[in-house]
T-cell receptor, first 113, second 114 residues
Framework: AQSVTQLDSQVPVFEEAPVELRCNYSSSVSVYLFWYVQYPNQGLQLLLK??????LVKGINGFEAEFNKSQTSFHLRKPSVHISDTAEYFCAVSMNQGGKLIFGQGTELSVKP | ETGVTQSPTHLIKTRGQQVTLRCSSQ?????VSWYQQALGQGPQFIFQYYREEENGRGNFPPRFSGLQFPNYSSELNVNALELDDSALYLCASSSWDRGYNEQFFGPGTRLTVL
């Protein structure tokens, strides 16, 4: 069975600082990896995805993530955050491209001025 | 292109009651997935419908049931509501027939069970 662990429940950071949100997964088979963002009182929006190929994936809003198979990690990074990046971020895995998503517990990113 | 919509936005029920939540999928999509997001948690997969048939189910009891209609909209029904059913219910639509099947999420329905 697959599982996802987001190592930090809350990450406070100052505006324009870099940030990394950590995600580890467990699976006995190959998986697809995703990061979603959820703003208050909204649904989930896809930030980026890893399906195959290059292990460095670039997404929207300046975010990127690196797939590390040996460490079973898929950490999300942004070199300089904005106040508007304040939101909940979810890492997710799926065994196929359209099937069920298994989510981590979420990381609350709080960007302070 | 119309996105995924859900109704109602909020509702309050009491224990033992039944509830129906609705989801309209994005234009051109034939698959709907439902997720339950308890407060402070990540979403949990309930089930998925593809072309009106159930196409996978998570670890939820049978009192959680669903339907998908010919226009690919969907309903989630929950019977005998329990306090722990209080959550944000998200639906996501996608299309199995078009290569990569990104799931597009609706804004959710906030259910409170008293």
């Amino acid at each position: 069975a697959q599982s996802v662990t987001q190592l930090d429940s809350q990450v406070p950071v100052f505006e324009e600082a870099p940030v990394e949100l950590r995600c580890n997964y467990s699976s006995s088979v190959s998986v697809y990896l995703f990061w979603y963002v959820q703003y208050p009182n909204q649904g989930l929006q896809l930030l980026l995805k890893y399906l195959s190929g290059s292990t460095l994936v670039k997404g929207i809003n300046g975010f990127e993530a690196e797939f590390n198979k040996s460490q079973t990690s898929f950490h999300l990074r942004k070199p300089s955050v904005h106040i508007s990046d304040t939101a909940e971020y979810f890492c997710a895995v799926s065994m196929n491209q359209g099937g069920k998503l298994i989510f981590g517990q979420g990381t609350e990113l709080s960007v302070k001025p | 292109e119309t996105g995924v919509t859900q109704s109602p936005t909020h509702l309050i029920k009491t224990r033992g009651q039944q509830v129906t939540l609705r989801c309209s999928s994005q234009s051109g999509h034939n698959t709907v997935s439902w997720y339950q997001q308890a407060l402070g948690q990540g979403p949990q997969f309930i089930f998925q419908y593809y072309r009106e048939e159930e196409n996978g189910r998570g670890n939820f009891p049978p009192r959680f049931s669903g339907l998908q209609f010919p226009n690919y909209s969907s309903e989630l029904n929950v019977n005998a509501l329990e306090l722990d059913d209080s959550a944000l219910y998200l639906c996501a639509s996608s299309s199995w027939d078009r290569g990569y099947n990104e799931q597009f999420f609706g804004p959710g329905t906030r259910l409170t069970v008293l």
